[in-house]
């Protein structure tokens, strides 16, 4: 059973547009709310992570939208580029040790 | 710094047959991770340490087990694999947190298959 449940699978956007992926979870110990950028054949990296005690972290065109009260998180790439093409993955943790994953959503920019 | 890495990179087993997946980490850190990869599954922890010598149960850890003899390296053993162990399996490391940071380093991965 997934503690983090992520929506959509899989996304298109033309470039330029924006990107939005969905997080929802029910753990309220979860303090610790990141997102993984994964491409193809290579292992996850942090893009951007945020603490609950904001509602939303900017970090050049990633934003991390926060709502304590609905227990959701999403991620939004704006201006995507082809380059921004990869598996997206958020994430939720507690103090641990421990990060329970989202299943992925794959965003595909077209030029 | 090499950062994480994992050996192999491929491999291809036979029913029943063990073999071990190496990570090394040359960062110090403290905390270290095993996780597959499937499809519509996203990242699932099998094992993790929290220290050299110690080792704990993920979400998935039927099959496999794990060492830390040393800090830099951790071990996961299948005994006897199965088709269902047929996955991309990634090592993590992370540092003993100051303050709140819990940032995972991954590792390439290792593309496994069990026919």
């Known amino acids: 059973q997934q503690q983090v449940k992520q929506s959509p699978q899989s996304l298109i956007v033309q470039k330029g547009g924006i990107s939005i992926i969905n997080c929802a979870y029910e753990n309220t110990a979860f303090d610790y709310f990141p997102w993984y950028q994964q491409f193809p054949g290579k292992g996850p990296a942090l893009l951007i992570a945020?603490?609950?005690?904001?509602s939303e972290k900017k970090e050049g065109r990633f934003t991390i939208s926060f709502n304590k009260s609905a227990k959701q998180f999403s991620l939004h790439i704006m201006d995507s580029q082809p380059g921004d093409s990869a598996t997206y993955f958020c994430a939720a943790s507690s103090n641990d040790y421990k990060l329970s994953f989202g299943a992925g959503t794959t965003v595909t920019v077209r030029a | 710094n090499a950062g994480v890495t994992q050996t192999p990179k491929f491999r291809v087993l036979k029913t029943g047959q063990s073999m071990t997946l190496l990570c090394a980490q040359d960062m110090n850190h403290e905390y270290m991770y095993w996780y597959r990869q499937d499809p519509g599954m996203g990242l699932r922890l099998i094992h993790y340490?929290?220290?050299?010598?110690?080792?704990a149960k993920g979400e998935v850890p039927d099959g496999y087990n794990v060492s830390r003899l040393k800090k830099q390296n951790f071990l996961l053993g299948l005994e006897s694999a199965a088709p269902s162990q047929t996955s991309v399996y990634f090592c993590a490391s992370r540092r003993l947190a100051g303050g709140r940071d819990y940032e995972q380093y991954f590792g390439p991965g290792t593309r496994l298959t069990v026919t």
């Open positions: 340490s929290v220290g050299e010598g110690t080792t």
């Open positions: 945020i603490r609950p005690d904001v």
